[in-house]
């Protein structure tokens, strides 16, 4: 399952990673962010040992969202190297996630 992290948590899991990482801007009040749950907590399980996913609460970690321009969610956002590598916003194919993991791999 992928791990719920906060704004205390964000350097050192996401921007230190030497790890790509993906972080799925959420809301626990969002349709579409309930239909990609299970997506991401499969990937969280398929990419151990290759990448990072984490979940962050727009709600709890207003700061990042506001830091992200995160204006709608789900927003999942792609770090490599503790930069932003791309980006895609709503409800997507778990095979579309899957691609742009591997190209930052």
């Not at 964000?10 to 990609?36: H, I, N, R, Y």
């Not at 969610?73 to 980006?87: H, L, M, R, S, Y």
């Amino acid at each position: 399952m992928a791990k719920q992290i906060t704004s205390s948590e964000f350097e050192a899991e996401v921007l230190q990673s030497k790890e790509p990482v993906l972080v799925d801007f959420f809301a626990t009040w969002c349709g579409p962010c309930k239909m990609m749950a299970p997506i991401i907590d499969q990937l969280s399980e398929e990419m151990e040992g290759k990448a990072k996913v984490y979940k962050i609460d727009v709600d709890e970690s207003r700061d990042l969202a506001a830091k992200y321009s995160i204006m709608s969610v789900p927003t999942i956002v792609f770090f490599k190297n503790g930069e932003i590598a791309d980006q895609i916003v709503g409800a997507v194919p778990k095979e579309k996630l899957v691609d742009k993991l591997n190209a930052l791999l």
